[in-house]
């Protein structure tokens, strides 16, 4: 398996576990798994965060389809699991997130009302760790049952560590796979310099590879996305929003930013389509402040 670190810390298997949180008040630690069938008629996420400073753990998990159909579980007080395998109980649902093999194989178990996961996200290409922050992505195949049906899928799951301040920072992130079996992922924030942003590809049938010079710009109907270009040297993807399935974020002081998040369809200039996810966050005064690098 091929591991590609841009960053400045040892990426290991060790990184699939728990880390010593720091003292911040918004420190956390992220767990990300997304999901979307091949024909881009169903797909989903879930997220685990742990704010251990803030005595809580917030759990996203939801599932949408082409026509519009969207059933969610967001809850932003629940307890921090304990154990090397977190279990997540809130109101009428409960998780469970395991690595099954570090960096090669994670699974995802969720019981809720309208919303029964059991999913394994397995590695496809390899696995990228970011240059800007610890934090490393996965592209993935995904088997499992959705409502006792069976799913076959593909998308990333990721894992971070540190400190998010989702009240002050603006950022696109996205990632989704071709028909012809090459994966994509880009991600570019507001940090007010110019900086090389976090891109790979996955060739059909190979190995993750950094992709260097990329760059985003999108479209908004209102506040809400519409269309976005994702640039990487020698090919441009357009990406269009299928279902939206958004979160609202509080802060501990009460700033309030909103999370459009969306499964997706992708399309390259030479004609090859594909399905992912994408989310342009946005803080207080995103439009105002003139932080949104992708207007």
Same mark, same amino acid.
């Given at each position: 398996?091929?591991?590609?670190?841009?960053?400045?810390?040892?990426?290991?298997?060790?990184?699939?576990?728990?880390?010593?949180?720091?003292?911040?008040?918004?420190?956390?630690?992220?767990?990300?798994?997304?999901?979307?069938?091949?024909?881009?008629?169903?797909?989903?996420?879930?997220?685990?965060?742990?704010?251990?400073?803030?005595?809580?753990?917030?759990?996203?998990?939801?599932?949408?389809?082409?026509?519009?159909?969207?059933?969610?579980?967001?809850?932003?007080?629940?307890?921090?699991?304990?154990?090397?395998?977190?279990?997540?109980?809130?109101?009428?649902?409960?998780? @469970?997130?395991? %690595?099954?093999? =570090?960096?090669?194989? #994670?699974? *995802?178990? !969720?019981?809720? &009302?309208?919303? $029964?996961?059991?999913?394994?996200?397995?590695?496809?290409?390899?696995?990228?760790?970011?240059?800007?922050?610890?934090?490393?992505?996965?592209?993935?195949?995904?088997?499992?049952?959705?409502?006792?049906?069976?799913?076959?899928?593909?998308?990333?799951?990721?894992?971070?560590?540190?400190?998010?301040?989702?009240?002050?920072?603006?950022?696109?992130?996205?990632?989704?796979?071709?028909?012809?079996?090459?994966?994509?992922?880009?991600?570019?924030?507001?940090?007010?310099?110019?900086?090389?942003?976090?891109?790979?590809?996955?060739?059909?049938?190979?190995?993750?590879?950094?992709?260097?010079?990329?760059?985003?710009?999108?479209?908004?109907?209102?506040?809400?996305?519409?269309?976005?270009?994702?640039?990487?040297?020698? @090919?441009?993807? %357009?990406?269009? =929003?299928?279902?939206? #399935?958004? *979160?609202? !974020?509080?802060? &501990?002081?009460? $700033?309030?930013?909103?999370?459009?998040?969306?499964?997706?369809?992708?399309?390259?200039?030479?004609?090859?389509?594909?399905?992912?996810?994408?989310?342009?966050?946005?803080?207080?005064?995103?439009?105002?402040?003139?932080?949104?690098?992708?207007?």
């Amino acid at each position: 398996m091929r591991i590609v670190n841009m960053g400045g810390w040892p990426l290991s298997h060790e990184d699939e576990q728990a880390h010593e949180p720091g003292g911040e008040p918004l420190w956390n630690e992220s767990h990300y798994f997304d999901f979307v069938s091949a024909d881009g008629d169903l797909g989903g996420y879930v997220r685990l965060g742990l704010y251990p400073n803030w005595k809580r753990a917030w759990f996203w998990a939801c599932l949408v389809t082409r026509d519009g159909g969207l059933v969610a579980v967001t809850d932003h007080e629940a307890p921090l699991p304990g154990g090397p395998e977190p279990v997540i109980e809130g109101p009428g649902y409960e998780a @469970t997130l395991s %690595t099954t093999e =570090p960096l090669s194989t #994670a699974r *995802v178990r !969720l019981d809720a &009302p309208d919303l $029964a996961l059991d999913l394994e996200w397995r590695t496809a290409g390899g696995v990228y760790g970011y240059s800007l922050t610890p934090r490393y992505e996965i592209p993935c195949e995904i088997t499992g049952t959705i409502g006792g049906a069976p799913f076959h899928g593909y998308g990333e799951r990721d894992h971070s560590w540190g400190v998010r301040d989702w009240w002050s920072i603006s950022w696109l992130w996205s990632s989704g796979r071709l028909e012809d079996g090459t994966h994509l992922h880009g991600m570019q924030a507001n940090l007010g310099m110019a900086l090389p942003w976090p891109a790979f590809r996955v060739p059909p049938g190979g190995e993750i590879e950094h992709v260097a010079g990329f760059s985003a710009s999108t479209a908004f109907d209102g506040d809400r996305p519409a269309e976005t270009v994702l640039r990487f040297p020698g @090919t441009t993807t %357009t990406v269009r =929003p299928i279902a939206f #399935a958004p *979160v609202t !974020l509080t802060s &501990p002081e009460g $700033a309030v930013a909103e999370f459009p998040r969306a499964m997706c369809e992708f399309e390259t200039e030479d004609g090859r389509r594909g399905h992912g996810w994408t989310e342009w966050h946005q803080p207080p005064g995103w439009r105002e402040h003139g932080w949104h690098p992708l207007t």
